[in-house]
């Protein structure tokens, strides 16, 4: 079951139809083809070194560029420079870049456990604000838009203690947007989860949130699907 859940993932983010015929894929560490399983492997060695085992089995990242400002090869290479400082060399990883919408995205889903010293990928708050630095950083680098959010800026000091106090309609919104996300494999999936959780979506040039007992909808420009930068897992 296991192995058919990576299968699943990376036959998604693989697909000829998406890749150029697969042309826009490359790995490291592993082969696309038997990608699923070297993962498997790998976890089952990090099992035996003392790993807990834990929920995930991979995570899935993903880089969005504007319509128009970059090629298709430009973009898989940053994905490659991206997964690269991202798993500094210990994470078996695919990488495949989708030009079948307007908009160019790279999919990076990587292994939960470690090749190298068998150690578990640590996925908190932090370390996504690191990958969200370093895709904006090569982005900058390269003359590209940046449009993945690296921390809470411009909060009034109420915003601030209501935040921490968890009662922020603001604090609410990202709490469950953050949840939704880091268990949604897909922009479609994460839509339905945000809707199961009680809110009511709104989309356009960008996406925003309704609660139930709200009465104005919240703005998540960071979301909008044309410009989706996301961290999945699954």
């Known amino acids: 079951m296991h192995y058919a859940t990576d299968k699943k993932a990376l036959d998604y983010i693989t697909n000829p139809d998406k890749t150029d015929e697969k042309l826009l894929v490359s790995s490291f560490g592993c082969s696309p083809e038997t990608a699923d399983l070297e993962f498997s492997m790998t976890r089952e060695m990090a099992k035996k070194n003392g790993m807990d085992k834990g929920d995930n089995l991979a995570f899935h990242l993903i880089q969005s560029f504007k319509p128009g400002e970059v090629d298709a090869e430009t973009a898989h290479r940053l994905g490659q420079q991206f997964a ?96 939704a996300i880091w268990t949604s494999i897909n922009y479609e999936e994460f839509l339905q989860k945000m809707q199961l959780a009680g809110y009511e979506v709104r989309q356009g040039k960008h996406l925003s949130f309704r609660a139930p007992e709200q009465k104005n909808f919240l703005l998540v420009p960071a979301l909008s699907e044309s410009l989706l930068t996301g961290n999945f897992h699954f």
């Open 84 to 179: 690269d400082e991202v798993l500094k060399g210990k994470y078996e990883c695919v990488i495949s870049t989708h030009i079948d919408k307007n908009h160019i995205h790279n999919h990076i889903i990587f292994n939960a456990a470690s090749f190298v010293d068998h150690h578990k990928y640590i996925s908190n708050k932090r370390s996504y604000h690191k990958i969200c630095r370093i895709s904006n950083r090569i982005c900058y680098e390269n003359g590209l838009a940046t449009s993945m959010p690296t921390g809470e800026k411009g909060k009034s000091y109420k915003e601030n203690m209501e935040y921490h106090r968890g009662t922020s309609w603001k604090a609410k919104l990202r709490v469950a947007v953050d949840k």
